[in-house]
């Protein structure tokens, strides 16, 4: 067997192994190119409706004439005959002389993940925001003991002497933050701040 059938071969099981990976979705051909006539060695999962012994594309010619050409193209944009959109990738194949003997060719049809995208995109989508940031997570009771110290310490004081409107203050922004929920937020609250029960619900009016 050449060198150059050697090449084909192995590279129609990869065309074949490729195309069974993705199928329906992605076209993969094997062309030989010593025979641009009949160009197309091996096809798996044709959706161009191209068959074994049709003849190369105006690539697979273009790289038969220039040995300068790229050896892979990458992503380009393509379309099949129906008009659908697709993505294609070129490997070049060389023989030991650094002749272009085969192409590689994946043609990926990306109108099924075009709709797929925008169904996700209109999941995705929110309408405005809420009037105030929500978190989704359950408050525990130690959160709440750290928000009461870190809001002491940012206006100069212990949380037992905060002034009374500071407190006011912090009874309300953990009721909006849902801390009140926890069971025996109150109690907490009132050992924290030194108030009592009566004046955390005055506060809350």
């Not at 009721?175 to 609250?189: D, H, I, Q, T, W």
Request: charged letters at 25%; hydrophobic letters at 40%.
């Amino acid at each position: 067997m050449t060198e150059d059938e050697l090449l084909l071969r192995e590279a129609e099981k990869i065309a074949h192994a490729v195309g069974r990976m993705f199928p329906g979705l992605c076209e993969v051909v094997l062309h030989d190119l010593r025979d641009p006539a009949q160009a197309v060695r091996a096809i798996e999962g044709s959706l161009s409706g191209r068959a074994v012994g049709d003849p190369a594309t105006e690539l697979g010619l273009a790289r038969i004439a220039d040995p300068e050409f790229p050896d892979v193209l990458q992503n380009y944009p393509n379309r099949f005959p129906d008009g659908r959109p697709a993505k294609s990738t070129s490997i070049g194949i060389r023989n030991g002389r650094g002749e272009y003997v085969a192409a590689l060719c994946l043609n990926l049809d990306v109108s099924l993940l075009g709709s797929a995208a925008r169904a996700l995109t209109r999941l995705s989508r929110t309408d405005d925001p809420a009037p105030l940031t929500e978190s989704l997570r359950a408050r525990t009771a130690d959160e709440l003991r750290a928000l009461v110290e870190d809001y002491a310490a940012e206006h100069g004081h212990t949380p037992h002497s905060l002034p009374a409107a500071a407190k006011k203050d912090l009874v309300r922004l953990l009721k909006a933050r849902g801390f009140l929920e926890l069971k025996n937020a109150v109690p907490s609250l009132t050992d924290l701040l030194g108030i009592s029960r009566a004046s955390v619900y005055n506060y809350l009016r």
